[in-house]
């Protein structure tokens, strides 16, 4: 007997792959596009992804290869994202929907909708891979061996039930080697541009949809340094991110970045490029797929956004869920609201989400 799996496809080139390879393996498979709003083709900016052109690109292809097609209307699940996405910026954060659309989203209520189609796994085109750790009695997450591709780092928040119906065919391979047997194949998205960009904000810049959306709750306020003297004005804590340069409209004599936010007194604050670096920080709401008391004690590598190389640090556990992150050299412009992923060499340890910094300058 077969056994039937969901496969999650974009319209792209890797989950249509991933589909073709789970096929060619045995599977009875099944190809699944979510919608998360229709959107008028007048308008100009289509989204970034899942708008319709996507799914009619989904559709093809599984016809092409010869699997049942559905489109899963999750429009109503997705506003989850999207005020979080919101509530985010308002308290002077900068988040990662992606992070959060994997665990809610595609492997929630997708993959229940997976089960609903009698199947017992899913499957996407994420560049990672998947052991069973049978001491630990536990799925470990791992780096794709494409380096350049992984995308293990947006699969941290996963849970351990959701591992167990998980695939990533894409695992083992590179990109390059994705496309060529797309082309190969036949598939007429094998050269198809990649989304690079969140997939609800149509411009290029997030900053019209935040102001659609938050209206009064975006507030102009000061510009100050860390001695808390007035330096200029804002425009609203949701338009700045840590690390920022452009766009502060100060003239002092030395390029000034935003170094920190103080979300109650509506202040941006700003200091020059060496306090752009930092080495200690708080992360909250940790997800644990190693247990903790299994981990290595040393050589951890911790990522603290998505195309940061890693860099070694040590852990220090705050009560159940907290983690203090000590890197052993400074990162610059460690950013809260993003999620920090710990790594031994290409195993996911685990995850959480950066609450604060400790900065030289405050102690």
Not at 102 to 113: A, D, I, M, R
């Amino acid at each position: 007997m077969k056994h039937r799996v969901v496969v999650a496809m974009s319209g792209g080139v890797d989950s249509s792959l991933a589909a073709w390879l789970l096929k060619e393996r045995g599977y009875e498979v099944i190809g699944a596009t979510m919608c998360i709003g229709i959107f008028d083709k007048g308008q100009e900016g289509p989204p970034r992804c899942c708008g319709l052109s996507d799914i009619e690109d989904a559709r093809r292809v599984a016809l092409q290869i010869g699997i049942p097609f559905h489109v899963f209307h999750l429009r109503e699940e997705f506003e989850e994202i999207i005020q979080y996405f919101c509530e985010e910026y308002i308290q002077g954060r900068t988040p990662n929907p992606c992070i959060l659309c994997n665990e809610k989203v595609k492997f929630g209520y997708f993959l229940q909708k997976a089960f609903e189609l009698g199947s017992e796994w899913m499957a996407t085109g994420h560049y990672s891979r998947l052991d069973y750790d049978g001491d630990l009695k536990r799925y470990l997450l791992r780096k794709g061996v494409d380096r350049k591709k992984d995308q293990s780092y947006v699969l941290f928040s996963l849970t351990q039930v959701q591992f167990q119906h998980a695939l990533f065919p894409l695992g083992e391979f590179l990109k390059e080697e994705v496309r060529r047997r797309a082309f190969q194949l036949g598939l007429r998205i094998h050269d198809k541009p990649e989304s690079q960009e969140i997939c609800f904000i149509r411009d290029h810049s997030y900053h019209p949809f935040l102001s659609e959306k938050l209206k009064d709750a975006i507030e102009p306020g000061p510009i100050v340094d860390k001695d808390g003297n007035i330096l200029g004005r804002h425009q609203g804590l949701p338009f700045y991110t840590i690390g920022q340069r452009r766009g502060l409209r100060l003239a002092k004599g030395k390029p000034l970045y935003v170094i920190g936010m103080n979300r109650e007194r509506n202040e941006i604050i700003v200091g020059g490029e060496e306090e752009v670096y930092q080495d200690t920080f708080l992360v909250e709401s940790v997800n644990w797929i190693v247990p903790y008391e299994r981990n290595p004690s040393h050589k951890v590598q911790v990522k603290i956004r998505y195309n940061h190389p890693g860099s070694e640090a040590s852990l220090s556990p705050e009560g159940e869920d907290k983690v203090m992150v000590r890197f052993h050299s400074p990162q610059k412009a460690i950013t809260p609201g993003q999620a920090a992923v710990f790594y031994h060499g290409d195993i996911v340890l685990g995850g959480g989400w950066i609450k604060e910094t400790l900065p030289k300058w405050k102690q």
